[in-house]
């Protein structure tokens, strides 16, 4: 059940959606200062909490969060001005080389920024501005910082995941997405069923199949989008992650051991359910049960 109503016309609509994608735009590139900074801080954390506890001073005093220091070039700490840090724009104008040194800068910045910029536009699109659209925003710019930082570290940071479970089912409170019934016991489903997986591959093969940060990321989908639609997200997200991880083993030729992060196939099988989920789960259903 959505309970989202589109309160432009169409004309005012698609200028709505297109602000919403200036907008992601530009909340791309604090997403790029989360996905690099967050796991540095959660190493800064633990570094001193092991010095702590054995008696030895705190290696990282300095302040060091998302906000300060300011960014820099890596390679020679020139530190960007505000105007090297439009979103997109600056990366083209410099053609992707620092001002300074000209060391490259990666292409993943831009294409962070233009990878929210536009799926902000389609969520806006395709659930309105009400609270349903909003909302979405910040399932999607927190399933985006995820799956990244994911891909780089292996890690599903609590500081991201939590946040975005409590965010589920309190916007479900008042059946923004489902009624708040199925909210629960969808965080309770989606939480136990990847936990079960994971004990019983365990018990088999005696090593670890996949991480914790897993079953909280699919406990947060289930919060927003109900026990139905997690059949459809571990469908979706197991047959791209089975594909890919093959694909990945050809290339590296290397055997099962590889270690592949299986957040953000779960992020994006939950984003797509969200915009898609009905006739996805109607299928899953006709597969499950032809």
């Known amino acids: 059940m959505l309970q989202s109503t589109l309160l432009f016309a169409p004309a005012g609509q698609l200028a709505i959606a ?13 997403l790029n200062v989360v996905i690099h900074r967050l796991p ?16 030895k001073p705190a290696p990282h005093t300095g302040r060091y969060n998302l906000v300060v220091p300011r960014s820099a070039c890596p390679h020679c700490q020139h530190q960007i001005t505000a105007a090297e840090n439009i ?6 104008v410099l053609r992707g080389k620092c001002s300074h040194c000209k060391a490259p800068i990666s292409a993943r910045y831009p294409a962070v920024e233009v ?53 589920g089912l309190l916007m479900n409170v008042g059946a923004t997405f489902v009624p708040l019934q199925d909210a629960v016991i969808g965080a309770t489903a989606g939480y136990l069923s990847l936990w079960s997986i994971y004990w019983l591959y365990k018990l088999a093969t005696g090593k670890e199949g996949m991480g914790y940060g897993d079953f909280k990321l ?3 989908l289930g919060a927003w989008m109900g026990w139905a639609m997690l059949p459809t997200i571990i ?46 789960s109607a299928f899953t259903l006709s597969v499950v049960r032809p």
């Open 18 to 30: 297109l602000i919403a994608g200036l907008f992601g735009l530009l909340f791309g590139s604090f």
């Open 40 to 55: 540095i801080m959660m190493q800064r954390e633990s570094d001193n909490y092991v010095a702590t506890e054995s008696g």
């Open 87 to 92: 979103p997109l724009l600056s990366w083209l």
């Open 115 to 167: 990878l929210t910029g536009v799926l902000s536009a389609l969520v806006v699109w395709k659930l309105g501005s009400g609270w349903a659209g909003l909302s979405a925003l910040f399932l999607l710019y927190s399933l985006i910082a995820l799956s990244f930082i994911d891909a780089d570290t292996q890690l599903l940071p609590d500081d991201l995941v939590y946040p975005l479970l409590w965010g």
């Open 218 to 220: 699919l406990a947060a």
């Open 235 to 280: 469908l979706m997200s197991s047959v791209v992650g089975l594909i890919f991880g093959v694909a990945m083993m050809i290339i590296n030729r290397r055997g099962l051991d590889v270690r592949i992060p299986f957040g953000p196939y779960l992020a994006v099988a939950g984003l797509i359910a969200l915009l898609y989920g009905g006739p996805l």
